[in-house]
C-alpha cells in the first residue's frame, strides 16, 4: 500500500492524456464519416417535417446549419463550443443534445449493465462446467452453443426472442421501455424492468460465449498443472479443485475480459435498442446517423467513448487490487 498514491497519480495522468487524444481522434473521424454520408441533412430534416418547404425556409435552415460553411471550419466551430460545454442542438428533436443524452443515459445503463452482469455470471459458470467436464458430452454441447452464438447476428437474435418469448408466449412487452400512454409518474418500477428484461437478456447471450470459451481455456491449463496433479492424486475432488486451486487463477483474466466487454456491450446494444425501440443512447446514435443529425450523433459518440475509457479505467485500477502481481510490475 505504500505506493498506491504514487501509482495511482501516474494512472490517472497517464489515461488522463490518452483519453483527451481518444476523444479528440473520436470526434475527428466520426465528423468525417458523417460528412462523408450520401444523406443530405436538410432534405432528410425537410422530409421528416412532412409539410412542405418554401426555397426562403431551406435556405434558413441551411445558414442556421451553417451547411455552406467549410467542413473544418463546423467541425472547430463546434468544438470551441463543446469546451465551453455546448454540445449543440439536435436537429431531429430540436432540443439541447446533452438533455437528450441526460435522459436516455440510464435507460442504457441500465440495459448495459444487466447484460454486463448476466454475461459475466453466465459466460464463468458456463465456463468452470466445460472446463470440468472437457470432452465430454456437456463440453461439447456447450462448445457448440458457445460457437453458434458467437456468430449470430444481435439483431436476429433480437428478432427471434421478440418472436417467441413476446408475440408466441406472450411473456414480455414488444418493445419500448416503459408502457405506452402511461404517465411517468404512474409507471412502476416492475414494469420498467419488465421492458427491460428482454433486450438485457438479448445482449447478455450475445456476450456471455467469449467469456465461457475464456474460462473454459484457463481452467482447462489450470487442471492440467502440477499442484492440480498432486492435489487430485491426494484425494480431492473437482469441487474442491475448483473452489480451493482453480477460482483463484481463473478470476482474474475473466474480470479482464469482462470489463473489456464495454466496448462490446455498447455496439450490441445499438442493434438492441433498434430492435426492441428502446429509448437508449444506442438508438439515438442510429437514428442520427441515419439522418444526419451531426451534433446529436457526435454527442453520443463521444460520450460513449468516455464512457468506455472510464470503464477500462476502472478495471486497471480494480487489477491491482486483484493481482497483487500488477502493484509489484509498477514499480
Known sequence: MKGVPGRLVRVFFTYGIRMISLLLAVSAISYTLICASPIEPVQQYITGLGTAVSPEQRAEIEDYWGVHEPPVKRYFSWLSRLLQGDFGESAMYRRPVAEIIRERFFNSLALMFCAWLLSGVIGFVTGCVMGLYQGRRADKILKKICYVLSSVPTFWLGLVFLLVFSVWLKWFPIGFSAPIGMRSEDITVWQRIHHLMLPAITL????FSNIALHTRQKLTEVLSSEYI????????G???ILFSHGLRNILFPALSLQFASFAELFG???LAETVFSYPGLGSAVAAAGQNSDVPLFLGVTLFSALFVSIGNLIANLLYGVIDPRVRKGDK
Do not use: D, N, Q
Open 204 to 207: 447478455g447471450f450475445m456476450s
Open 229 to 236: 496433479l498432486f492435489a487430485r492424486a491426494r484425494g480431492e
Open 238 to 240: 473437482k469441487r474442491t
Open 268 to 270: 450490441g446494444s445499438v
